[in-house]
């Protein structure tokens, strides 16, 4: 609803949209670009709870650090698993935001994307978090509407829109008719769980003992989800399981490409079974308007051919598809003063009195 006293308060702060993400934190300030793309991950001293680093060098120190220093995700599957940790980091990444945008004497406004699963419990987390760490008022927008918004696709309209929102902890499909989700599947399967499953996979096959970091690596370089036309090889480094010492080891696509296999089914079920929970006037559409991928996971190359084949519905590429639900969150920043259809999607929640 309109509210005086937030309009004229925007003019002397920056509203912020933010997909706090398990992998990747974005942030996109109203009115300009993204200004912020980090790892969410922080470094932080077990004894003195003192933090070392947040984002990019935070990730680095991932196995790496000594004992007593620590560099840890505050969110798992999507949603806040250590609360004092994500506050800490969101704290810096809104002051970070500030920073890159001139003085600003109030605290801004949040839209915040969350995964569409999550519980009342883990709706308040992140919104406890928003505003400990500095913001006034914090809206919490449903990722896959969110990811359709930035995607472009015409989510206001009479008509079915269908988004596949791959990220680091959750999958989210959704179809969107008339700026709601009409049905929908959250699954906890997505780039963590299949950087997971290369590493049992080196383990098992290869007695080899890998980190998340070089899992990883070689998901980016020869993962797949349907058959390449060259397949390609790359090394594994890891430590022996038998010997203890360092092995290297040369591994194909068509391997990793099975060690994927369990997610890659999981996410396609997942596809499948919102087509099932679909109303047949919103089918009629996504038969021409086809499936919309975003999030990093839609990068795994095969994976719009796999999901065409097993659906037999065109799927495309969102444009930027890892920054698509922070743009997404941004656009919801230009509805805050408005009375917008849209804003029924959004849950704004207040600090208690």
């Known amino acids: 609803m309109f509210n005086p006293i937030d309009t004229i308060l925007g003019f002397f702060s920056y509203d912020i949209g933010i997909d706090l993400g398990t992998a990747n934190t974005l942030v996109m300030v109203k009115g300009k670009d993204i200004v912020i793309n980090e790892p969410s991950v922080v470094a932080i001293d077990k004894l003195t709870k003192k933090i070392h680093a947040i984002g990019f060098e935070a990730k680095q120190m991932v196995g790496r650090t000594p004992a007593r220093i620590v560099a840890i995700?505050?969110?798992?599957?999507g949603v806040i698993s250590d609360f004092?940790?994500?506050?800490?980091?969101?704290?810096?990444?809104?002051?970070?935001?500030?920073?890159?945008?001139?003085?600003?004497?109030?605290?801004?406004?949040?839209?915040?994307?969350?995964?569409?699963?999550?519980?009342?419990?883990?709706?308040?987390?992140?919104h406890d978090a928003a505003l400990n760490a500095g913001a006034r008022a914090c809206f919490l927008i449903e990722e896959p509407l969110a990811a359709a918004i930035g995607a472009g696709l015409p989510v206001?309209?009479?008509s079915g829109s269908m988004i596949v929102d791959i990220g680091g902890g959750t999958t989210e499909v959704a179809v969107i008719?008339?700026?709601?989700?009409?049905?929908?599947?959250?699954?906890?399967?997505?780039?963590?769980?299949?950087d997971q499953d290369i590493i049992d996979y080196a383990r098992q096959s290869h007695n080899l003992l890998v980190g998340e970091r070089t899992a990883e690596d070689i998901k980016m370089k020869i993962g797949?989800?349907?058959?390449?036309?060259?397949?390609?090889?790359?090394?594994?480094?890891?430590?022996?399981?038998?010997?203890?010492?360092?092995?290297?080891?040369?591994?194909?696509?068509?391997?990793?490409?099975d060690a994927l296999s369990g997610s890659i089914n999981a996410?396609?079920?997942?596809?499948?079974?919102?087509?099932?929970?679909?109303?047949?006037?919103?089918?009629?559409?996504?038969?021409?308007?086809?499936?919309?991928?975003?999030?990093?996971?839609?990068?795994?190359?095969?994976?719009?051919?796999?999901?065409?084949?097993?659906?037999?519905?065109p799927v495309?590429?969102?444009?930027?598809?890892?920054?698509?639900?922070?743009?997404?969150?941004?656009?919801?920043?230009?509805?805050?003063?408005?009375d917008s259809p849209l804003l029924a999607s959004l849950s704004q929640r207040k600090p208690p009195r």
């Open 73 to 77: 995700r505050p969110l798992r599957d």
């Open 84 to 126: 004092d940790t994500t506050e800490r980091m969101l704290h810096y990444f809104i002051n970070k935001a500030h920073g890159r945008n001139g003085f600003s004497i109030h605290r801004p406004r949040l839209v915040v994307g969350i995964p569409s699963g999550v519980t009342e419990v883990e709706r308040r987390a992140v």
């Open 156 to 158: 206001r309209e009479a």
């Open 177 to 194: 008719s008339l700026g709601g989700i009409v049905a929908s599947i959250s699954l906890r399967t997505a780039g963590d769980e299949m």
């Open 224 to 257: 797949s989800a349907y058959p390449l036309k060259e397949e390609r090889q790359a090394e594994l480094k890891g430590r022996d399981l038998v010997t203890g010492l360092p092995r290297v080891v040369t591994i194909s696509s068509i391997e990793i490409r």
């Open 267 to 313: 996410i396609v079920n997942a596809v499948r079974s919102t087509i099932e929970l679909t109303p047949p006037e919103l089918i009629a559409d996504l038969i021409g308007r086809g499936i919309v991928l975003a999030g990093g996971g839609a990068l795994l190359e095969g994976l719009d051919q796999r999901i065409s084949h097993d659906t037999h519905f």
């Open 316 to 338: 495309t590429i969102a444009d930027d598809p890892l920054s698509c639900v922070v743009r997404g969150t941004a656009e919801m920043l230009k509805n805050l003063d408005k």
